[in-house]
């Protein structure tokens, strides 16, 4: 079946340093993608999206980056803070506009 | 979370009882999902909607119904509850089929 993925479950980061939290999906007729933060405690927050006719795509602070050939989807925070410490889920959209969730990777910012 | 409430926050239950777990949105979208959360593994799909009487299964639906018999309430019952259920339970909006997803606060549920 359809599945997203991450390459590593736990990243730590030092405050002010930039992150990359990577996502491997499966499915390559998806054509949108969204970035997910969950904080302890809360719901996911929409980060940033991307859809496929694009490759970038920057926001505040954030860039998601999206390579269709690898299927590979990754997500830079810059100037890591520690407000930035949660859990972060891909989420691939898929026919029917139906998203299917990554497992999450949890970053962990030093101070 | 702007415009989607879930209800109630936690709550703690018996196994065997029944439990109906509550999401209301004030944004008039079509498109309604309840996930479970659970570590290890992610977010998982119960049920959804895609209008009035429109509800489908999604991948871990045994166990759960659901009912949204007006366009802002998506109720899911749990019919006889199992300690195996013991879970966060989120609620999520969608505007329509080219958006993403709105989520609510979540619900603890602890059946005992």
């Known amino acids: 079946g359809e599945s997203v993925g991450l390459h590593l479950p736990t990243l730590s980061v030092q405050e002010g340093d930039n992150s990359i939290i990577n996502c491997a999906y499966s499915n390559s007729a998806s054509d949108y993608f969204i970035w997910y933060k969950q904080e302890s405690g809360k719901g996911p927050q929409f980060i940033i999206d991307?859809?496929?006719?694009?490759d970038k795509r920057q926001g505040q602070r954030v860039t998601v980056l999206l390579n269709k050939t690898v299927k590979h989807l990754s997500l830079q925070i810059a100037a890591t803070q520690p407000g930035d410490s949660a859990v972060y889920f891909c989420?691939?959209?898929?026919?029917?506009?139906?998203?299917?969730f990554g497992q999450g990777t949890e970053l962990s910012v030093k101070p | 979370d702007a415009g989607i409430t879930q209800s109630p926050r936690h709550k703690v239950t018996e196994t065997g009882t029944p439990v109906t777990l509550r999401c209301h949105q004030t944004e008039n979208h079509r498109y309604m999902y309840w996930y479970r959360q659970d570590p290890g593994h992610g977010l998982r799909l119960i049920h959804y909607?895609?209008?009035?009487?429109?509800?489908d299964k999604g991948e871990v639906s045994d166990g759960y119904s659901v009912s949204r018999s007006k366009t802002e309430d998506f109720l899911l019952t749990l019919e006889s509850a199992t300690s195996s259920q013991t879970s966060v339970y989120f609620c999520a909006i969608q505007k329509d089929s080219t958006y993403g997803y709105t989520f609510g606060s979540g619900t603890r549920l602890t059946v005992v």
């Open positions: 991307i859809r496929s006719n694009m």
């Open positions: 909607s895609y209008g009035v009487k429109d509800t």
């Open positions: 989420a691939e959209m898929v026919q029917g506009g139906k998203l299917i």
